[in-house]
């Protein structure tokens, strides 16, 4: 079905008229300082043909526009629909897998709630909403004095699941959502995630706060290495961008660093918010986790690899690693224990190394050399009942983190890229 465009006169009232974007309720002074009637923190909208009306998004895949769009990421393409849950005037939440819900609320101000008269779009082609929220059913109208096409942006389709699952395209919820690899849909999750928390730094142990689709991880730039030099590396929420990093190996075949972002507690460190971990063992039915990154060009001693933490309450005692890239030169702690292994939900084939670090276990799944994987979703809780069926240690009754990251022994390493990451805990 053809996409139909379709666009919106968000504060692009700030290039027409701003006082009929006006509310008899407003926000605090700061929300929306660009005056493009879209909280600041969730991003900006975009009119890319100029015509002094904002794009349009179709969130939930099925042929129509949705509603208002937001470019959260500043790349100039819409990739959210923007929602107003307290019908002020001001969008203050965004949906980003199309169940026509807030994924992400802003952080500058607490929005009203149970505000009467007040809905959220319907996506589901029940009659649309009148909200300030985005789309409107067929024969409905934008409020805030702008257009939604002829007759609203009509939402109608046959139901939410469309092709590919109950979910629709994306899943119902929000980072690593149940669609997502092994999920219902089979859709991935990687490439959706809409970032918060940007920066740029040289120094050795920077860190930063980061979000995706509102759940809370952090970023560390990790040159903890004894042969460690410099580090250039910029992140976006859970992507991040080795420009530059110097260094060699250490004593006891260190790397020089592991520029890492991760969930849950790591290296004396704790991810923001509540992302799920630490967590019991016995409590989970599945850690969902999403990667993918780029090496361009970059061939020497660096793996790509998910480092995960177990212990007991929050004190560490064993690791579980998963290599995407066995690097020439190197290789995992401890010595291979088994080589061509198929592992359920883990495609191709694998090696299993066990050994230890610091006094700790380590068991390691690694693909073989020259079979780099450049992306994967998987379930981390198969992978450790795997490792327990074949006898490996891996003592502790907590998963503490899910992290990854690039081990670098040797540099110079140039434009190494982390584009997504996710963990889903349930």
């Given at each position: 079905m053809a996409l139909r465009s379709r666009r919106y006169s968000l504060s692009l009232c700030a290039l027409t008229l701003l006082a009929a974007c006006s509310s008899s309720r407003s926000k605090p002074t700061g929300i929306d300082r660009n005056h493009d009637n879209v909280a600041d923190d969730l991003g900006v909208v975009i009119d890319q043909d100029g015509d002094g009306l904002a794009d349009g998004i179709d969130i939930n895949h099925d042929g129509s526009i949705d509603g208002p769009g937001v470019d959260t990421d500043r790349d100039g393409k819409v990739d959210a629909l923007a929602l107003d849950t307290d019908c002020d005037g001001i969008y203050d939440s965004l949906d980003t897998n199309g169940d026509g819900k807030p994924d992400f609320v802003t952080g500058l101000t607490d929005p009203a709630t149970n505000v009467p008269d007040c809905?959220?779009?319907?996506?589901?082609?029940?009659?649309?909403?009148?909200?300030?929220?985005?789309?409107?059913?067929?024969?409905g109208a934008a409020s805030m004095g702008g257009k939604a096409g002829k007759g609203g942006a009509s939402t109608a389709m046959a139901g939410r699941s469309g092709a590919g699952g109950s979910s629709g395209a994306g899943?119902?919820?929000?980072?690593?959502?149940?669609?997502?690899?092994?999920?219902?849909?089979?859709?991935?999750?990687?490439?959706?995630?809409?970032?918060?928390?940007?920066g740029t730094s040289t120094d050795q142990y920077a860190e930063s706060d980061i979000y995706r689709d509102g759940v809370g991880y952090k970023f560390i730039a990790n040159g903890w290495g004894s042969g460690w030099q410099?580090?250039?590396?910029?992140?976006?929420?859970?992507?991040?961008?080795?420009?530059s990093l110097n260094g060699s190996q250490g004593a006891?075949?260190?790397?020089?660093?592991?520029?890492?972002?991760?969930c849950g507690l790591y290296s004396m460190k704790q991810s923001v918010g509540s992302c799920g971990l630490p967590a019991a063992i016995s409590s989970l039915k599945s850690i969902k986790t999403g990667w993918r990154w780029q090496a361009n060009g970059n061939n020497g001693e660096y793996n790509a690899a998910?480092?995960?933490?177990?212990?007991?309450?929050?004190?560490?005692?064993?690791?579980?690693?998963?290599?995407?890239?066995?690097?020439?030169?190197?290789?995992?702690?401890?010595?291979?224990?088994?080589?061509g292994v198929t592992v359920a939900g883990l495609p191709g084939n694998w090696a299993i190394w066990t050994g230890s670090v610091n006094g700790r276990p380590i068991v390691s799944y690694v693909r073989e050399e020259g079979q780099d994987l450049p992306e994967l979703e998987y379930d981390v809780v198969n992978v450790y009942r795997d490792a327990i069926k074949r006898n490996y240690s891996l003592p502790g009754s907590n998963i503490i983190a899910v992290a990854v990251g690039f081990e670098v022994w040797n540099g110079p390493?140039?434009?190494?890229?982390?584009?997504?990451f996710y963990v889903d805990v349930k």
């Open positions: 809905k959220l779009p319907d996506l589901a082609g029940n009659g649309g909403s009148l909200a300030t929220g985005g789309a409107v059913g067929a024969g899943g119902s919820s929000g980072a690593g959502g149940s669609s997502g690899a092994g999920g219902s849909s089979g859709i991935s999750e990687l490439g959706r995630g809409v970032y918060q928390g940007t410099s580090h250039d590396i910029s992140w976006n929420g859970t992507s991040f961008t080795v420009a006891n075949y260190s790397p020089a660093g592991y520029p890492t972002v991760f998910w480092d995960i933490w177990l212990g007991n309450g929050n004190s560490l005692s064993a690791y579980l690693m998963l290599w995407l890239r066995d690097p020439p030169g190197q290789q995992p702690a401890g010595s291979a224990t088994i080589s390493i140039a434009n190494l890229v982390t584009d997504d």
